[in-house]
Every structure is written in C-alpha cells, then in structure tokens.
C-alpha cells in the first residue's frame, strides 16, 4: 500500500513541475501505432502531432464538398468512425481549404465551415447516441496551412485532418 501511496504522490509532484508530457508522449505513441497498423491500406495519411495523432485525406474539389459530401469523404470518415469507436478519446474535424473563392460565391474559409459541419454531422450519425459529444468541427479555410511542408507551410492543401486527442493523464 505504501508503494502505491509513494507512486501516486511522485505522478502528482512530476505533473505539478510540468513533466505531464511523459504522459501525453506515451499516449501520442500507443495511438499513432495503432492507427497506423488501422490505415495502413487506405489513402488516410497518420501523423503525430502534440495533442494526439492527425488522421488526415485530401478533398479534390471542396467546391462541391460543401454542398454535398463525396462517396470517397464519406467512405474515410466511415473508417476513421470505425477506428473512433475503439478508443475513448475526443477528436476534432479540422478543414483546411485552399485560398480561392469558388463558383459558389462563399469564400474559401466559409466553404471549409459548411464541410467541418457536414463532417461532424456524418461523424454524429455514425456513432449514433453513443460518443456524441467526442467529436467536435472547425473550418480554417485558408488561414492554417499544412506543416512540415518543403515549403515550410505555404503550402494550402484542401484537406480533412482529424485531430484525435490525448489527455494528460496518457488514457
């Protein structure tokens, strides 16, 4: 019962002194193995980032996404769903838009948003009651380009990144 006591109170003291990333850094690492092991023959790119891992695919059109989604959009987000349903943790749809305005009218950032709420709601509906309010939207359009791109983040690509969140506490 000490050693338990003794384990707890060094956890508390490394959190207090700022050391939760050994934590989050196991988490990152147990969910970006088995996400790449789930995607590894699908066109849904992996990635670690430092909240989570990002479960990213490309739109080719998002003029047309923002009306209704494709077949192909709807198909990776049955997978990721499929994937999300595993795992306790809460995602967020990102969109990312190049900078244009299409023939719609709406600016590239409004077209992003109209795609994050359609994502969301075919994410909703997937899951049914079940994890309704693990899965949250945002449209950033063109003002949040890729990273790590060679040119250094210039780079817009139209794409759907799904952040899949760690807590601190490595769960």
């Given at each position: 019962m000490k050693k338990y006591i003794l384990f707890i109170l060094l956890i508390t003291v490394l959190k207090a002194y700022g050391y939760e990333y050994i934590f989050n850094d196991r988490c990152i690492n147990e969910l970006y193995s088995s996400a790449v092991s789930e995607f590894r023959q699908t066109e849904i790119i992996v990635e670690k980032d430092?909240?989570?891992?990002?479960?990213?695919?490309?739109?080719?059109?998002?003029?047309?996404?923002?009306?209704?989604?494709?077949k192909k959009t709807v198909n990776n987000l049955e997978k990721i769903h499929l994937f999300l349903a595993?795992?306790?943790?809460?995602?967020?749809?990102?969109?990312?838009?190049?900078?244009?305005?299409?023939?719609?009218?709406?600016?590239?950032?409004?077209?992003?948003?109209?795609?994050?709420?359609?994502?969301?709601?075919?994410?909703?509906?997937?899951?049914?009651?079940?994890g309704y309010d693990r899965v949250s939207s945002v449209g950033y359009g063109e003002f949040f380009p890729a990273k790590n791109t060679p040119n250094k983040g210039v780079n817009y690509s139209n794409r759907i990144d799904i952040i899949v969140q760690c807590n601190i506490s490595g769960e």
């Open positions: 430092s909240m989570g891992i990002i479960l990213r695919f490309f739109v080719q059109n998002p003029v047309e996404e923002y009306k209704i989604l494709s595993k795992i306790e943790n809460s995602a967020i749809i990102e969109v990312h838009t190049a900078d244009s305005v299409g023939k719609s009218g709406l600016k590239s950032w409004e077209i992003s948003a109209v795609i994050a709420g359609r994502a969301e709601a075919e994410m909703r509906k997937l899951f049914g009651g079940a």
